[in-house]
């Protein structure tokens, strides 16, 4: 039960990162500022949950996780709620990095909880299981969220968002098993384990391949409509078919034992390298062009969680938190980057559909790297999870 109650904590919190994305426009009207500053709000947003989440982890690392798990989906309540009431920019930027806080400290929690709650051969499924919201909250989340402020406003949509961020905390208190924190590591063992040659080589797969994705993914609506020539219906239709994909590619990594990452994690970040290479094709087809970027989504979510959950293997059960919350924090940058590798590409006058294959070369090094890992031994002794469970 714990694992589906990590899945509604993981939408509530993906809900309140991504809603405000479709909201900037009344938001911006309402406290009287411009859309790019209102835009500012979401940099903010993703500057606290890359550098928060280390900081955060390492700060709390002596805590137990129920109860840690608990206060932070309390914050995150909270956060949504004060985010409900602002009425100034300064008011909304306060709540709105309460908001990150939590999203950055509970990837790094419920990920330790999610690996301790079950078995080591299920660990994947577990911790697909928080990616699993981010999934869900990209095809019901943000639209719903969006339609909701268009209806009823902009502040009732934080406070749905709140209210289920409480469904969340309750579900925490009732379901999640009591879970020691595993003793832990000091701060030259923790950076010593974030340097070992394992480590960085998983770190470094979710750099390249993620800064790839994001720079074709940052763009696929001007591609949509530019390349593909599809109307505005049709590009919703479209991003519908990327959510749906990154469902299933979320569901595919839960199937995927811990045992066997290292042997899949080579072909689903080739297989992403391979849907970039081919957008130059795709694209101008439209029935290939919606395919494709379900297929891409797919991709993606398969990519994320499996080297979530390698990652946390490769610790002691001391430093999973910080690694988590570190791969994380190394996602965050790789949006930043691709976000500029798509621009650029724009900005030397080539075609929307050339974004793919230039990304494409950043998956093409991560597969790669993934492949190199697939000679890493195994690393001798309990899992972190069982630890964690003592």
């Given amino acids: 039960m714990i694992l589906y109650v990590l899945l509604v904590c993981s939408f509530a919190v993906a809900t309140a990162e991504f809603v405000l994305v479709g909201l900037l426009p009344q938001v911006a009207a309402d406290l009287g500022v411009s859309v790019p500053a209102a835009g500012q709000l979401v940099t903010a947003y993703m500057i606290v949950v890359t550098v928060g989440g280390p900081v955060a982890a390492v700060l709390t690392r002596r805590l137990p996780r129920r109860e840690l798990l608990a206060g932070t989906m309390a914050l995150a309540a909270v956060s949504a709620v004060a985010s409900a009431m602002s009425t100034s920019y300064a008011m909304l930027l306060s709540a709105r990095l309460g908001s990150a806080l939590a999203q950055a400290l509970f990837m790094a929690v419920a990920s330790q909880v999610a690996m301790a709650a079950v078995p080591p051969e299920r660990q994947t499924v577990a911790v697909a299981r928080i990616f699993g919201g981010f999934a869900l909250a990209t095809v019901l989340g943000l639209p719903l969220g969006s339609l909701i402020g268009e209806a009823y406003g902009w502040p009732v949509t934080f406070v749905v968002v709140a209210g289920m961020a409480t469904v969340g905390l309750l579900g925490v208190v009732v379901f999640c098993p009591r879970i020691a924190a595993a ?26 391949a993620l800064t790839g994705f994001v ?13 593909t ?32 990452i290292t042997r899949r994690l080579p072909l689903a970040v080739g297989a992403l390298a391979l849907l970039l290479l081919a957008q130059p094709l795709l694209l101008p087809v439209a029935p290939l062009a919606l395919v494709g970027l379900a297929l891409l989504g797919a991709a993606a979510f398969l990519v994320v969680p499996l080297v979530q959950t390698w990652l946390m293997g490769q610790v002691d059960a001391g430093t999973t938190g910080l690694v988590a919350a570190v791969n ?4 965050g940058a790789a949006g930043a980057l691709g976000a500029v590798l798509g621009g650029a590409v724009l900005a030397v006058g080539l075609s929307a559909a050339w974004i793919g294959p230039v990304a494409a070369v950043s998956v093409l090094a991560a597969t790669t790297v993934a492949a190199g890992i697939a000679r890493v031994p195994a690393p001798i002794g309990r899992t972190p999870g069982a630890l964690l469970r003592r």
């Fill in 328 to 331: 994380i924090s190394v996602a």
């Fill in 215 to 227: 720079a074709a993914f940052t763009y696929v609506a001007p591609m949509l409509r530019t390349v």
């Fill in 183 to 208: 003793p832990p590591a000091g701060v030259r063992d923790s950076v010593g384990a974030l340097l070992r040659r394992p480590v960085l080589a998983g770190l470094g797969v979710t750099l390249l």
């Fill in 229 to 260: 020539g599809l109307s505005p219906g049709w590009v919703s239709v479209g991003l519908v078919g990327y959510g749906l994909g990154t469902i299933a590619g979320n569901l595919l990594a839960g199937r995927v034992r811990p045992d066997a």
